[in-house]
Every structure is written in C-alpha cells, then in structure tokens.
Antibody
Framework: QVQLQQSGPGLVTPSQTLSLTCAISGDSVSSNSAAWIWIRQSPSRGLEWLGRTYYRSKWYNVYAVSVKGRITVNPDTSKNQFSLQLHSVTLEDTAVYYC???????????????WGQGTTVTVSS | QSVLTQPPSASGTPGQRVTISCSGSSSNIGGNYVFWYQQLPGTAPKLLIYRSNQRPSGVPDRFSGSTSGTSASLAISGLRSEDEADYYCAAWDDSLSGYVFGTGTKVTVL
C-alpha cells in the first residue's frame, strides 16, 4: 500500500521560502510508473496544480505557469522522498499543500491515486 | 484560478441520480482525459474517475464519468448520504502545460 507523509513548517514569513517534504512508502521516487506532484488548495484559488517530478531514464520537472520561476520540486533518492520549495512567498501563497502520486501503467495515466495528508501553510509576518 | 467550470452546488434525495457538469476548452477537456476527485470535509481529494470514464478499484459503480466535446460529466446514481462531499474535475491543459482543476461542486443529500 502506497502512502505519502508530508512534513514541513506551517508558518512562513513573507518573501521567504516555503519548504515541504513528502516521504514515500510502498513505491519509489525513481519509479518509471509514477510522477510526484504538488498541489495546493485555497478558498480564493481553489485546487491548483503546482508541478511534478518524474524519472524516465532521466529526471524531468514540469511546473505550473503561475509559479514558474519561484518553484523547485526535487527528488531525493537516498530518502525516497521529494520536496517542494516555493521562493519569495506572499500572502497569496497561504493554502493547504498536498503531495500526490500520479500513477501510470503501460504509459496510460491512471490519475492522482495517492495523496498526502495535507499541510496548512500560512504566510504571515 | 480554476480553468474548468462546474456548478457550485447540486443536491438530491437518497436513491436519486445527480449529474455534475464540467466545462472546459479544446486545450484541456477537448483533447485530453478527464479525472474526477471527491473531497470529504477536512480530507485530501480522492480519485473517483480516471481516463474520463474508468473507476479505480474500490469505487462503487454508482459513479460514472463521460465526456462530449469540451465538456465532461460525473453522474452519481442511487445517491447515498456518504456521497455528500465536494467534487472536482481535472484535465491536462496543452496550452498551460499543466493540470487544471474545476471550480468544484458541493453535493448535498437532502
């Protein structure tokens, strides 16, 4: 059974960097059948896909246009986890952040089938 | 901000059929698969439908998905009290090169 466990601070100061980690159990961050995703949810912006990292003979990263230039999603193969860094945060970045697995089989996308528990992040001074 | 449009609410009595619409464009629903997620209060979203009309194992066959052009629909038949939740559609958007989500629909069981 695949599980994702999120960790990271719930309070970030404006202009600083938001950092969260998602630990994977039951699967591998290097799996050729998965992509590892960050999503956030806020009352003003709804559900918002932020980006993903995945391994297909080499590592790939894809980021949402809305946060491109401020976001980094990194895999950590030694700890079987992946992380989110969002730089230069503002009050607008206050949200519940989720990590998720996007599952593939024979190249077909089976959707975001496993989610972390969510982390409420507040940007405030 | 959400790119896919859903009605804010839907309701029905136990046993009824409820349908939720999701309107997009040619860059998302019109050319890519649609996914549906159910979110119970205080929990993470749960995958309900993948590849527009497929159910993951464990999802009751009361839930079904369909698409037509640039729109998609989720139908819940035999409505039950435990179906009371928020429902979101999602699809890859070729123009944005990322996933887009719907605005969400709150289903109430009367």
């Amino acid at each position: 059974q695949v599980q994702l466990q999120q960790s990271g601070p719930g309070l970030v100061t404006p202009s600083q960097t938001l950092s969260l980690t998602c630990a994977i159990s039951g699967d591998s961050v290097s799996s050729n059948s998965a992509a590892w995703i960050w999503i956030r949810q806020s009352p003003s912006r709804g559900l918002e896909w932020l980006g993903r990292t995945y391994y297909r003979s080499k590592w790939y990263n894809v980021y949402a246009v809305s946060v491109k230039g401020r976001i980094t999603v990194n895999p950590d193969t030694s700890k079987n986890q992946f992380s989110l860094q969002l730089h230069s945060v503002t009050l607008e970045d206050t949200a519940v952040y989720y990590c998720a697995r996007e599952h593939y089989s024979s190249g077909a996308n089976y959707g975001m089938d496993v989610w972390g528990q969510g982390t409420t992040v507040t940007v405030s001074s | 901000q959400s790119v896919l449009t859903q009605p804010p609410s839907a309701s029905g009595t136990p046993g009824q059929r409820v349908t939720i619409s999701c309107s997009g464009s040619s860059s998302n629903i019109g050319g890519n698969y649609v996914f549906w997620y159910q979110q119970l209060p205080g929990t993470a979203p749960k995958l309900l439908i993948y590849r527009s009309n497929q159910r993951p194992s464990g999802v009751p066959d009361r839930f079904s998905g369909s698409t037509s052009g640039t729109s998609a629909s989720l139908a819940i038949s035999g409505l039950r009290s435990e179906d009371e939740a928020d429902y979101y559609c999602a699809a890859w958007d070729d123009s944005l090169s990322g996933y887009v989500f719907g605005t969400g629909t709150k289903v109430t069981v009367l």
